[in-house]
């Protein structure tokens, strides 16, 4: 199924998602997408659908296309401060923001935001396979986080980040059991629950 390049015509819309929800380590990223429509691209989808190379191919392509485009990110500080939900919130709240165009309406990707300013917004439950502007924004919150993540893997090498980019996968929970806990951790996470399956 193709996705639908715009949800409406009338109103400048801005695709919005975020990336890093379910990681244990690092920030969350968010993304706002405002597409232009005399710059179609033909492959934007889901950005968990596309491999890591078309991922960043679409990077370059999104970034050269779009109308305006901002990424920004809530630290894992702020994550254990004010909790992940609100912490997506207010990175996606971040990125539109930056957007150097206002939006006059806002696509979010997943069910739940808190309005950002006045500008009015639609919950799309899976909205990264249905509508580009979400799709697009996806791609970016994704690959400027995974790039980050394999920055902070140089120092951190035992944790595997530049694979697993922070995911609870059984290599990333065995080192934090095998090697503690980094500053770039997200503490109020339940580091360890899977020790037991470790073994």
């Known amino acids: 199924m193709s996705l639908k ?10 695709g ?11 920030p969350v ?9 005399k710059k179609p691209i033909a492959t934007l ?4 659908k596309l491999s890591e ?3 960043r191919q679409l990077k ?25 939900l ?6 996606m709240h971040r990125a539109i923001e930056g957007l150097g165009i206002a939006p006059q309406l806002l696509l979010i990707d997943g069910n739940r935001f808190v309005t950002y300013k006045d500008i009015p917004h639609h919950c799309i439950i899976k909205g990264d396979g249905k509508f580009q502007a979400i799709a697009a924004a996806s791609i970016l919150a994704k690959t400027y986080r995974d790039e980050y993540m394999e920055s ?4 951190f090498p035992h944790y595997n980040w530049h694979k697993n980019k922070g995911y609870p996968t059984q290599d990333h929970r065995l080192a934090i059991l095998n090697f503690g806990a980094t500053q770039h951790h997200r503490m109020t996470f339940t580091l360890l629950a899977s020790q037991i399956q470790l073994f």
């Open 45 to 48: 989808n889901d950005s968990k």
């Open 152 to 155: 902070l893997s140089i120092d």
């Open 29 to 37: 990223f968010a993304a706002a997408v405002i597409l232009n429509p």
């Open 60 to 84: 370059v392509e999104i970034q050269e296309k779009a109308l305006a485009y901002s990424i920004a990110s809530c630290s894992n500080q702020e994550i254990d401060k004010i909790n992940i």
């Open 53 to 55: 190379k078309k991922r």
């Open 5 to 14: 390049r715009f949800f409406q015509k009338e109103f400048l819309e801005a």
């Open 86 to 91: 609100r912490a997506s919130f207010l990175a």
């Open 16 to 26: 919005c998602d975020e990336a890093g929800r379910g990681c244990l380590a690092g």
